[in-house]
């Protein structure tokens, strides 16, 4: 199946997302600059691109449809309505399709497998926020981190990623991923 990583992430950021309550999106995040709301916004949003991307559209062509709060107060909602479009885009859209994204143009496929990593860790991150358990698996995470790597150092400087944690040196590979990721593992703990 094309794009297997990005529906695994719809299929762990959903367990999740099931257990968010209106109560916690004032709680802080692994995420320092982001509380459980603005966490929950980000992966709206990334998840909201994805309809509009994979029918051709640019960033310009969608403009400032998708900005604001697509949280309203109802995560789970909101969720369940961007990503069944997202999933059903992924699932009809033929991989040799190209997604024009804001700093480049990619096959689909590449960038689905972007997202998916992203959800994936940002998953980790909500998980941890609201206190439920979220396993990233040893397949998964090698995954993740193979297709970020040649972008992280680039994606650091621009402030997308936090500095890199120096991880254990006997621990996970899902730990491995989250370090370089800027996570610290015993966040919440």
Not at 8 to 28: F, I, W, Y
Not at 44 to 55: H, Y
Not at 107 to 113: F, I, Q, S
Request: hydrophobic share 40%; net charge negative; charged share 20%.
């Amino acid at each position: 199946m094309e794009n297997q990583l990005f529906h695994k992430a719809a299929h762990m950021v959903n367990s999740v997302m099931r257990q968010v309550k209106t109560e916690d999106l004032g709680k802080p995040t692994p995420c320092s600059k982001w509380d459980v709301n603005a966490l929950c916004n980000h992966i709206l949003s990334e998840t909201a691109w994805i309809e509009p991307l994979l029918a051709g559209k640019t960033i310009a062509e969608v403009g400032t449809a998708l900005d604001g709060d697509l949280v309203q107060g109802k995560p789970l909602e909101a969720w369940q309505r961007y990503m069944q479009s997202a999933v059903n885009a992924a699932s009809s859209t033929p991989p040799e399709t190209t997604a024009h994204l804001s700093y480049t143009d990619k096959p689909v496929t590449d960038y689905l497998n972007e997202v998916g990593g992203d959800l994936i860790v940002h998953g980790w991150d909500l998980a941890r926020a609201v206190g439920v358990e979220y396993i990233i698996d040893d397949e998964t995470a090698r995954l993740i981190q193979k297709g970020a790597e040649p972008t992280m150092p680039m994606a650091r400087e621009a402030g997308l990623f936090a500095s890199e944690v120096v991880p254990k040196p006997d621990c996970s590979q899902a730990e491995k991923l989250l370090a370089a990721f800027g996570r610290d593992i015993n966040w919440g703990i």
